[in-house]
């Protein structure tokens, strides 16, 4: 019965410690590329890696001194992906960060549909925020749902 107890907290613990170095490491993947347009007048941010609670500190690290940056801010999330709600506070953060240097307009764009859905949830976070534009897409009667099979012969 010990061997059983004994293993079974070895297991437990072997999970704790395996959640706690992927959180370590897919924190520290998180990169930020930046570019100045050719007339000087806007920033293009490239973030790149996961959005969550163990890579909000590194993320608000990576931001130069925003301060000498044009009054224009667009913040690509192209390779990016939000996952939880303190991501969500972390680009709030972000946008008051570049408010508050005087920045004229902040935009977040290329979101993926999952950071879409998530933003879509907490609405009253973004209520003062365009962060992205709605548009109504129509579905095309004459496609079909990619996860729905017709007439499959075998």
């Known amino acids: 019965m010990t061997l059983v107890y004994d293993l079974a907290i070895g297991v437990a613990c072997g999970v704790v410690?395996?959640?706690f170095v992927?959180?370590?490491?897919?924190g520290t993947r998180l990169t930020l590329d930046r570019a100045v347009s050719l007339d000087g007048e806007t920033v293009v941010y490239t973030v790149n890696g996961p959005?969550?609670?163990?890579?909000?500190k590194p993320?608000?690290?990576l931001f130069p001194d925003i301060?000498?940056?044009p009054k224009k801010v667009i913040i690509l999330f192209e390779n990016a992906e939000i996952y939880d709600w303190s991501g969500m506070v972390a680009l709030k953060k972000i946008h008051e960060k570049f408010d508050n240097a005087g920045a004229e307009s902040v935009k977040f764009e290329?979101?993926?549909?999952?950071?879409?859905t998530m933003i879509k949830k907490?609405?009253?976070?973004w209520e003062e925020l365009n962060v992205f534009e709605h548009t109504?897409?129509?579905?095309?009667?004459?496609?079909?749902?990619?996860?729905?099979?017709e007439n499959q012969n075998l």
């Open 67 to 69: 301060s000498k940056d």
């Open 17 to 19: 410690v395996s959640c």
């Open 51 to 56: 959005v969550f609670f163990g890579s909000i």
């Open 110 to 116: 290329k979101l993926s549909v999952a950071s879409h």
């Open 136 to 149: 109504k897409i129509e579905e095309d009667p004459s496609v079909p749902n990619h996860l729905h099979v």
């Open 59 to 61: 993320l608000m690290d």
């Open 122 to 125: 907490g609405d009253d976070l």
């Open 22 to 26: 992927y959180a370590w490491n897919a």
